[in-house]
Each structure stands twice: as structure tokens, then as C-alpha cells.
């Protein structure tokens, strides 16, 4: 075991909230803290769409209603990463799982390869800044960089600060992706927290606070003694 798995608590973390909650920009804070890789199914999708694969094709349309991708598709795709060689010691899951039916087959998965349970981060945001926070997010097509122009804009209008590119909205933000993937949470992914809180491996992080705050609380909460 080396360093990094001794100093995590599970070796699979799960960040887990409605979108827009900060599963993205926390994954990646914790990520950099733990040197670990931070695994999106959405990008994941995203990566391939832009590609043009059939499948990135075939999930582009879906996601761009705010419609889940299947089951099937996604855990294979999640599967498939976390058998890479720098998953070895701990990963984080973004986005993933998303239904009962992931939940299981990831459950399955952990077990067959030894790696004890997961740690699900449950990142509660209220309803109203949910909206802001999809509404105004804008991503800087270079570097990757998330900002909002509510809560943490750059300092010139819609123009990367790294690197000067012009910030883009992504294709699900927009109101009538938004209110679909709100909808997708709720009857869909929701159900999840009691899955996650009967087998005790759920904690809740309130992310009602500035980015760092919630930062530093999920590191501890990840972190072993
Ligand atoms: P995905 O990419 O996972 O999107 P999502 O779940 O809708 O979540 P978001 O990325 O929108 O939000 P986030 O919680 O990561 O927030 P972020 O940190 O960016 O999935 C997209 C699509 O792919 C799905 O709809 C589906 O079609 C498909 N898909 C993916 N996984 C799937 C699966 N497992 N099964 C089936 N389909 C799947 O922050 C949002 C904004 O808020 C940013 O602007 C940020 O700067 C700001 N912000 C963050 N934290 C704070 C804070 N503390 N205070 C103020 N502002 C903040």
C-alpha cells in the first residue's frame, strides 16, 4: 500500500450531489491534495462526444436534454477507467454512480477487486443557488478552468484570466436541460442517499459555503487519522 492509500480513508470516493452542487469543483480540489485521479463520468462522455465516437455521438444527444445516459454504457466506462494501473490507490468518482443500478454494479465491482467499501461525500446545496451556480458557469475551453459569473467570475468579462480564451457555457446550461437534469436527480438519483446511508458510508458536506470552507472540510472527512 503506499502512501497515498494509507492517508485516505477508502480507496474509492464517491462525490455525490444534485448538479451544479460543487461534485466537480471539489473532485478536483481533492484530487490535486491526494494526488489521485479525478474520474468524471460526464467529461468522460463530454471527451467522447467531441471525438465524435458512436458513442460519444449517441450520449451527446441525450445529455443535451438532460437525460441520463444508460446503465449499461456508463458503468463500462466507468469500469474501464478505475481497471486503469494509476487507480491502483484510490480514485475519485464525479457523477458516478448516478442510479440504484450503478450503485450495485460498482458495489460488485469494489468487492471483486478487494477495495473495501466507498466513502460518499453527499454535497448539499439549497435549491435557489443551485440555478445560479449551472446558470452561470462558464469553462475556459484551454485550460479547463470553472468559473461563475455569479460567484467567481474572471476578471474581464467571459475571458479566461490563465490564458485569455474566451470562456464557453456548457451545452446542458441551459433552463431546459437544467430543470430536466434537476428532474433526473430527484426521481432517479436521489434515492441513492438512503442506499448510501443504510450501509453507512454516506457523509454529509454542507456546500452552502465558499469553495475553499467546503474544501477544507472534505479533506478531513477523507482523510485517515
Ligand atoms: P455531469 O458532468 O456529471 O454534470 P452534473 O451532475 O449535472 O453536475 P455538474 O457538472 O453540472 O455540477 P457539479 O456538481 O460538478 O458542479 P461544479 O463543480 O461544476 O453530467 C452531465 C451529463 O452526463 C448528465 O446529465 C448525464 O446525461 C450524463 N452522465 C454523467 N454521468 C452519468 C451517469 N453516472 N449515469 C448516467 N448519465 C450520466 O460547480 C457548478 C458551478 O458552481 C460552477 O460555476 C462553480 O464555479 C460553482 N461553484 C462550485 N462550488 C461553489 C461554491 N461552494 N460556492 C459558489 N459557487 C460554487
Redesign the pocket.
Known sequence: MTAVAKRLKAQALL?F????????????AVAVEFGIPHI???????EAARKRTPLGLA?QV??????????E???AI?AERIARPDCASGFIL??????IG?AEFLDALLDEQGRGKPLVLY?Q?NSG??L???G????CPVCGR???????PPQHDEVCDADGARLVR?A??NDG??L??LE??TT??RPLIEYYRERKVLVDVD?????D??TRDVIQWVTAA
Open positions: 462525490f450531489g444534485p448538479p451544479g452542487a460543487g461534485k466537480g469543483t471539489q473532485a478536483h468524471s463520468t460526464g467529461e468522460m462522455l463530454r450520449a441525450r445529455m443535451d436534454r438532460g437525460e441520463l445516459v444508460s446503465d454504457v456508463v458503468s466507468a464525479d457523477g458516478f454512480p448516478r442510479t450503478q454535497i446545496v443557488s443551485l445560479k451556480r449551472l452561470g458557469r462558464r469553462i470553472i468559473y461563475n459569473m455569479y460567484f467567481n456548457r446542458d446550461d436541460a437544467i430536466h437534469r433526473s436527480y432517479l438519483t456546500g452552502d459555503r465558499a469553495p470552507e467546503v
